[in-house]
């Protein structure tokens, strides 16, 4: 294949795919059906691509648009085709529109370019505040949970603590202290 060949090609993992897609798993297609499918693609394609030109050049336009490839295929007794392509049609005339929507919005748009980029940096801005406001939250959360179960740790070692037997010198200072104060009481 030369240059001018390799230009006018299908990719050739496009056809590969779409071969196996099509094919029962248990039949294999060799290389050289897969390459005749793509030149026969190609021929279509210049074929359809041929006819859309003549339509145009008859129109006077000259651009071949999508209803020129419509015509085309109808006037080669394509007209299986027609009705799916028109819907592809209508839905990409149908995308332009949305995009011609958005772009002529900034166009019309009262701010200028640097407006426009002083929002956008704003608006940056207050996001990451939000974000770091976000973290510095999550964190003041964190250190309160950890500040509150080092708390209940502290509550529940003194509930086990007057819970368990003393040990035998803090039962000699309650001893001492109770008969010193009965001591005192005597006294009275």
């Not at 060949?5 to 039949?27: G, R």
């Not at 279509?44 to 490839?69: P, Q, R, W, Y």
């Not at 940096?121 to 309160?144: D, I, K, P, W, Y």
């Amino acid at each position: 294949m030369d240059l001018a060949d390799e230009e006018l090609s299908l990719p050739k993992a496009t056809i590969t795919k779409l071969v196996n897609e099509m094919m029962p798993e248990d039949i294999t297609c060799p290389k050289e059906t897969r390459d005749l499918l793509s030149e026969c693609c190609v021929e279509f394609i210049h074929l359809i691509a041929s006819e859309a030109n003549e339509i145009c050049e008859k129109d006077t336009k000259k651009t071949i648009a999508g209803e020129h490839v419509v015509s085309a295929l109808e006037s080669l007794g394509f007209e299986d085709y027609v009705s799916e392509i028109k819907e592809v049609l209508n839905e990409y005339q149908k995308q332009q529109k949305d995009r011609e929507k958005r772009s002529s919005r900034l166009e019309h748009s009262a701010l200028s370019q640097e407006e426009l980029l002083q929002y956008q940096e704003e608006l940056f801005r207050n996001s990451r505040m939000r974000m770091a406001q976000g973290v510095e939250e999550t964190s003041l959360a964190a250190a309160q949970n950890q500040s509150q179960q080092t708390s209940d740790g502290i509550q529940q070692q003194n509930q086990q603590s007057s819970q368990t037997p003393q040990s035998s010198s803090a039962m000699d200072t309650e001893t001492t202290v109770m008969a010193e104060g009965n001591a005192g009481l005597s006294n009275l």
